[in-house]
């Protein structure tokens, strides 16, 4: 089989990660995977069941009855199929975001959704983001960057999406839950958020997402030519 090329998209809770990895992707005809919606399907799946996101025992005793798929359209959406059942629009809750990151925390998680992840690499081209691509998951990623941005100013964006699509947002609640979220994903034992050290930093701060779009296409055509 050929070698397939993976850029690793890692950084804190919006950064844009996504839309700019699913930017790329389609730019480059590259599988879009958003690890964070798998970690988010563990979380609503136990939630389900009414388990805490910190009862590791709980979360380990019944892991092994939640099968994920990960589906994509023709339009190329990634879907989370959870023992058969879409729940990509359900994952998407301030509640989810919460539970998703303290369930991240567990070993028993991560070793399950490691290989899920790779396997994926290996069979498809891949801009894959999340928090650990870059320093666990697939550490010979051809291209890896870091996308990050204030919490000030990512709370002002996710403020703005949510106001945009007519729903209610408070910018005081949603920058306190961004810097709870930043300390829980980089002070975690295992795979914490962090900056691999051959990781290129892109802070997007003040830059238009065509400007950060313009400037990771420039470096993964000075990496892999694509
Ligand atoms: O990217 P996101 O906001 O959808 O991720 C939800 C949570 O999942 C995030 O707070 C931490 C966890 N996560 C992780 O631990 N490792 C990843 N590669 C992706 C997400």
């Given at each position: 089989m050929a070698?397939?090329?993976?850029?690793?998209?890692?950084?804190?809770?919006?950064?844009?990660?996504?839309?700019?990895?699913?930017?790329?992707?389609?730019?480059l005809g590259y599988y879009y995977v958003d690890t964070g919606a798998i970690y988010r399907t563990v979380a609503y799946f136990m939630d389900l069941l009414g388990i805490s996101p910190?009862?590791?025992?709980?979360?380990?005793?019944?892991?092994?009855?939640?099968?994920?798929?990960i589906e994509y359209d023709d339009e190329g959406v990634q879907h989370m199929i959870m023992n058969g059942m879409d729940v990509s629009n359900d994952i998407r809750t301030q509640d989810i975001s919460q539970k998703a990151s303290l369930i991240s925390?567990?070993?028993?998680?991560?070793?399950?959704?490691?290989?899920?992840?790779?396997?994926?690499?290996?069979?498809?081209?891949?801009?894959?983001?999340g928090r650990d691509i870059g320093t666990v998951v697939l550490p010979k990623a051809?291209?890896?960057?870091?996308?990050?941005?204030?919490?000030?100013?990512?709370?002002?964006?996710?403020?703005?999406?949510?106001?945009?699509?007519?729903?209610?947002?408070n910018y005081e609640q949603i920058l306190k839950e961004i810097q709870?979220?930043?300390?829980?994903?980089?002070?975690?034992?295992?795979?914490?958020?962090?900056m691999a050290k051959d990781s290129v930093k892109v802070d997007t701060s003040d830059m238009t997402i065509d400007e950060v779009i313009a400037a990771i296409r420039a470096i993964v055509a000075e990496k892999v030519g694509a």
């Open positions: 070698k397939t090329v993976s850029i690793a998209i890692d950084g804190p809770a919006g950064a844009g990660k996504s839309t700019i990895a699913r930017a790329i992707a389609k730019e910190k009862d590791v025992d709980g979360v380990e005793r019944y892991i092994d009855e939640l099968t994920i798929n925390a567990h070993a028993v998680v991560r070793d399950v959704l490691l290989d899920m992840q790779r396997d994926v690499a290996k069979a498809h081209n891949v801009v894959m983001d051809q291209v890896k960057i870091f996308l990050t941005a204030s919490a000030e100013v990512r709370a002002k964006r996710r403020t703005d999406e949510l106001i945009a699509k007519g729903q209610k947002a709870q979220r930043d300390y829980q994903d980089s002070h975690r034992a295992i795979a914490p958020l962090k």
